[in-house]
């Protein structure tokens, strides 16, 4: 089967299509036939060399952290009624990497047959895998945030795959919404999807317009998917005893910002693992119920740009450059 390589830790350009041997099950595995491979910044930063304390990811490596498509075979220990359903699922060489060498960016990879999704009719693999990491989050930062009608809402990286799923849930709870994100084409996905002003934080003063769309008080609630000092800036705009979750570190690392003033000013802050420690989430639910919204024509899920395998250094240039819209996938 052909498989995605990073021979090395480098630039986009040590992707390439290699030949490899096909998948077998172990105990409790199934292989997938992958029509569609997800692509995250986190894919784009561990390229890079980065994470390599939390991650156990040598190169050579297959890259992609989840899928999309049919399951082809099972191990032992496994329903063999998988056998031809449409699934989305995280690979078995996500999270730490598991001691798998092989991830998503392939015709075929192994997953874990208590992770897999069925995907309903109505939604295409494409969908299905756009929302196999998007999804399930942005129900779990939209359901802590407890957004309530006529609250204003601020969200960084609004014209990310995340963001602009939060973008349509906040509407759907009557929020009025502030979309902070980079460059025109990303400014006018976040109007149609129903945003209330969009402002652009390559902006020097953005953070001042983000607090005077919502009439000088602020936001009550921050979704931050931006982290960094964009992620501070969105801070200055929140609003006296409001809500900030910082869910993402598209600026490369999590905000930080003054401790202190936040508590003077009584603002409640949720980190990323602040809401992934949490135990009571049940992620598979959240998976679930993420398909189940696209079916019913709830969430608009959207994919900014796809590539095939043999262009995954491409689609990795593409969100380093800042210019990926929505989500990123690979289709095989």
Do not use: C
Request: charged residues 15%; aromatic residues 6%.
């Amino acid at each position: 089967m052909r498989a995605v390589h990073a021979a090395e830790f480098g630039g986009p350009e040590v992707l390439s299509v290699r030949e490899v041997p096909g998948l077998v099950a172990g105990p409790g595995q199934v292989v997938v036939d992958v029509a569609a491979a997800d692509v995250m910044f986190l894919d784009v930063q561990l390229r890079s060399g980065w994470g390599t304390e939390f991650f156990k990811i040598e190169p050579p490596y297959v890259p992609g952290g989840a899928v999309a498509g049919v399951v082809a075979s099972v191990g032992a220990d496994v329903d063999p009624s998988w056998v031809g359903k449409r699934v989305t699922t995280q690979t078995a060489a996500s999270g730490i990497g598991g001691g798998q060498p092989i991830g998503g960016y392939a015709e075929q990879a192994l997953a874990k047959a208590e992770t897999l999704v069925p995907v309903p009719d109505g939604v295409s693999l494409s969908q299905a895998v756009a929302l196999a990491h998007d999804g399930k989050m942005a129900l779990a930062v939209f359901d802590r945030a407890a957004i309530q009608p006529g609250e204003w809402v601020l969200i960084t990286a609004a014209g990310g795959g995340l963001g602009t799923l939060l973008i349509q849930l906040a509407r759907a709870a009557g929020a009025n919404v502030v979309a902070a994100a980079r460059g025109s084409a990303k400014l006018e996905l976040a109007s149609r999807l129903g945003a209330h002003a969009v402002i652009d934080y390559s902006e020097p003063d953005w953070s001042a317009k983000a607090r005077a769309a919502t009439g000088g008080k602020g936001a009550n609630v921050v979704l931050d998917g931006a982290g960094g000092a964009l992620g501070a800036g969105a801070m200055d705009a929140v609003a006296i005893s409001g809500r900030f979750i910082g869910y993402g570190a598209a600026a490369g690392q999590f905000a930080d910002f003054d401790r202190e003033a936040v508590a003077v000013r009584n603002i409640g802050v949720l980190g990323l693992f602040d809401l992934t420690a949490n135990g009571d989430i049940d992620w598979h639910a959240l998976a679930e119920r993420s398909l189940a919204e696209a079916v019913a024509g709830r969430l608009e899920v959207v994919i900014g740009q796809s590539f095939p395998l043999e262009q995954a250094g491409r689609a990795h240039a593409t969100i380093e450059s800042r210019t990926a819209i929505g989500r990123t996938v690979l289709t095989v």
